[in-house]
């Protein structure tokens, strides 16, 4: 029985696996560039710290939960109107939910990634700015070379941390009937019965992605540590 | 070759450089001593339009600047051919030690990378730590670093090479390496401008020093009328601070 | 779905139904914080505890509640606990059982995270106090309680803020199991009105997690300077 429905829910789970991948991987890489330029932003001008400072504060406030209804419950009909309005001929209602999800996740990962590269950036030793710009670097070759290179190392462990983060906020998106790890579990077990099988091996599966995901970015971090600490193979758990 | 007018520098109420004019002939050397907090480092800063002036002129050959608004085009100029070594050697920290030479030929000064490469193994031997040349900032004692800032500083070949107190955040046992290629470009008629604490090596070297507190130049003169009979009260208060017991000059 | 327009009037009625369940919220806050901090405590210890078996017991737990989501947890929790109750026989499930499952969940996640805490904490207080400590001739609970304690708490102080407002945040999938909370209320609010003010029931919801959180990072801001002068005053006087 208990061995049966392991099975079962293992079965259901794997197909939802691309779909919380894309959930993270999507929503990551588009924000990966406005969050790195805001970030730095955020670290040097007085207004852009403020401007980027209140939509940080304004995410961090709102529980993901609620975005998610808020959403659901608004979006739709606002598309709509806004369709009405111009006259486009698409159908809002007919929009996959997925799309939502990936908006919600993105709005999030993108106040944690400014977050992330504001102090990843302002980390970067002020002397080797001034070094390059003595040398006779323009301010966009400072930037490119010295500023953007020591802030993507000093970000890695923070943007794991993100990612991570992301992978489990994606758990979320079954509240929009989205059929990703989450949504398949309860479908499993509604099939089983076994609720304790099904969310034990969902939550293993979870923990197993999120331990792939850590595993590579300190395997990235690892080729850093010479840079940072001037002696190879210093690593350790994150 | 490099002449300075009435740079003053404010940092908020407070004068840094008050006034300062100083005039460096090619193949020159001048040193400036002076109380700490008293400009020096200022003063290397704004001749390098590290940071704008609130008021100054800077003849640089034919180059004429206002040291308050230099403009993009002449403030690269400029920094092109000045070297600059600081005192906290400030490598590049993710790029190993030919890297840091390399990108300063490539990206301040648009050599093509094989010249860079070629130039950059060059002046590692300069310095003596080409089996260095891979070696991340790091990596490498307070000496090492700082050779490898004199060479990063001298790859291009400036006119100019400006070193703001290039031995004090050293060990007292890894002064005499980086003095001694400090020596080496001074016996090969490298023009420069250097703040130092190391009385004696200033002694050794320099053709003038200058004795700069509060903002302005207090002292200036030929290198043994200064260090070994001041004309102020406060160079020779200064002077005995910094000389080592039981000598005096060179 | 049809649209209508935003009223502004119906927010402030909705905030109002909402305000007076804020206890519910604050209630699974202030417990599952308190829980946190206990179970963190003793993780730490484990993962710097000598025997290597505990360490690596700690170092999977914290694995495990790094790539856990609060939801999964949370449902876990809810479907595993009557079964263990019932192994050893205790009742069975009501709304009592669901705030407790709730609130063990995120004392759950903030365990995970104030281990962290604590950890960057005893890292930061300076070796030789410790070491001083013990040459006077401190026992291990006295070194625990007047020199570990106090100085991990201050220093940990500002991170718990921040696991402060991100329990709050989080907690709000605690409806998915049907706890009446803010959420859980603004829900049934929604579904009385048959799916009526959902937008404006939600925009007071949003505005009362708004004020919440300011409102804790300013208690936490007021803990912190109080925390620094009780602190340096202590320090002053030396040690008991
Ligand atoms: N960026 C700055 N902002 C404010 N004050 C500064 C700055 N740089 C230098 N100063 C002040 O200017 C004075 C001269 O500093 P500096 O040139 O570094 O002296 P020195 O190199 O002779 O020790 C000091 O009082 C210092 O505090
Ligand atoms: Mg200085």
New binding site residues.
Partial sequence: MAANAFVTTIREIIPGLPLTLVLTAVPLVLALVPGVLLGYLRSRGRLAYYLTGAYVTLFRSLPVVLQILFAYSWLPSLLAGLAAARGWTVDVFAISPVWYAIAVLFFNTLAALIEVYRSAFSAVPAREVEAARAAGFAESRVFIQVRLPQAFMFALPNLASATVNLVRMSALAYLMTVPEMTGRARMAAGLTFDTITAYGVLLLAYVALCFLIDSAYDLIYGRFMRRLHGTAGVRGLT | MIRVTDLTKM?GS?R?LDGVSLAIEKGEIVTVI?P????????LRMIDLLEPADHGRLQFDSLDVDMHRPGRTKKLAVRRRIGFVFQQFNLFSHRTVRQNIVDVLCFGHGWPKRDAEAAADEALLDVDLADKRDAYPAELSGGQAQRAAIARAMAARPDLLILDEPTSALDPELTGEVAAVIRRLASDGMTMLM?THHVDLAAELADRVLV?ADGRIVEEGFVHDVLDNPQTDRTAAFLERVRPPGRSGL | MNYRTFNVNEVASAAKDLLPHAGTSILILLAALAGGILMGLLLTFLLHARSPVLSLIARIYLRVLRGAPAVVLLLLVFYGLPVLFSLIGIGTLTQTNRLFAVILTFALMASAQMANVFTAAYGAIPKNQLEAAKAVGYTVRNRFFHVWLPQGLRLALPNLANTATWLLKEGAVAYTIGVLDLVGHAQLRISSQYGGGAVETYTALALIFFVLIRLIEVLFHGLERRASVHLVKGAGSGGR
């Fill in positions: 940092y407070l840094a002076g700490s907090g008293g400009g020096k480092t200022t003063l703040v700069l």
